[in-house]
């Protein structure tokens, strides 16, 4: 399984869903995208998004001032 990394550093909401949403539409489906940010809305944002589109979160989590989500894409990606 391969994992991408998308760095959404230093951007505000909706800005890291939609570098999500786009990084996502170039991925397989099973393919795993890290997405690291600062904005603590990502917490909710993008695990919200992806329930709505179909991919499983596998993790969201603060990391020291960094913000991980780490998702892997739906048949729909």
Request: proline fraction near 5%; aromatic fraction near 2%; charged fraction near 25%.
């Amino acid at each position: 399984m391969t994992e991408e990394q998308l760095d959404v550093k230093g951007l505000l909401c909706p800005m890291p869903v939609i570098r999500t949403q786009n990084r996502v539409k170039t991925l397989a489906a099973g393919q795993r995208l890290r997405v690291v940010g600062t904005d603590p809305g990502m917490l909710n944002d993008i695990p919200a998004w992806c329930r709505i589109n179909g991919h499983r979160l596998v993790v969201a989590e603060r990391n020291g001032g960094e913000i991980v989500v780490v998702m892997e894409v739906g048949l729909d990606g």
